[in-house]
T-cell receptor, first 113, second 114 residues
């Protein structure tokens, strides 16, 4: 079982829709959480960090529930340019490194006109 | 801004051949890592390094070697390529002594082993 699990999708939504992605992590020692975005045949890039209090960046809202070990990403008013794969990341500290990142397999989103 | 630079972008190898994937970063990051990405599997950590002279294994290290002689460079060596190593390889770098720190990725190397 992967340490970070995501629904692979694909999610096909019309422009303007609201879409939510969910992610669970199994290692309770995880301390930092992120959503990365990956466009087709490109490298992953940070979309946003996820904090316990929840955080928002424009149309994007991320939530963390430590008790349930659950992370979510909400995209409002979807744009064509939001079409991408969204990677959930849980990070934990080890002896050497405060940023040992574990990635989910990604959720693919296609926004259609 | 160069960031993380990987070479080559594409490579085809025959089974049994060896090669080195190059990775360089100019952000003075302590931490560098190599991932492979396969369909349905996500990014899996191969090897990582927290500084010059220090490397360690990740989730899927078999068949790969690394070294870190400088802060900037972190090459990945395939000793004897196998078809199971066909994948997209990403190098990443970040600060290692901070929480919530962003990882920066290279553009990837698409490797096919025939």
């Amino acid at each position: 079982r992967k340490e970070v699990e995501q629904d692979p999708g694909p999610f096909n939504v019309p422009e303007g829709a609201t879409v939510a992605f969910n992610c669970t992590y199994s290692n309770s020692a995880s301390q930092s959480f992120f959503w990365y975005r990956q466009d087709c045949r490109k490298e992953p890039k940070l979309l946003m960090s996820v904090y316990s209090s929840g955080n928002e960046d424009g149309r994007f809202t991320a939530q963390l529930n430590r008790a349930s070990q659950y992370i979510s990403l909400l995209i409002r008013d979807s744009k064509l340019s939001d079409s991408a794969t969204y990677l959930c990341v849980a990070s934990r500290a080890n002896f050497y490194n405060n940023n040992d990142m574990r990635f989910g397999a990604g959720t693919r989103l296609t926004v259609k006109p | 801004n160069a960031g993380v630079t990987q070479t080559p972008k594409f490579q085809v190898l025959k089974t049994g051949q060896s090669m080195t994937l190059q990775c360089a970063q100019d952000m003075n990051h302590e931490y560098m890592s190599w991932y492979r990405q396969d369909p349905g599997m996500g990014l899996r950590l191969i090897h990582y390094s927290v500084g010059a002279g220090i490397t360690d294994q990740g989730e899927v290290p078999n068949g790969y070697n690394v070294s870190r002689s400088t802060t900037e460079d972190f090459p990945l060596r395939l000793l004897s390529a196998a078809p199971s190593q066909t994948s997209v390889y990403f190098c990443a770098s970040s600060y290692s002594n901070r929480m919530n720190t962003e990882a920066f990725f290279g553009q990837g190397t698409r490797l096919t082993v025939v």
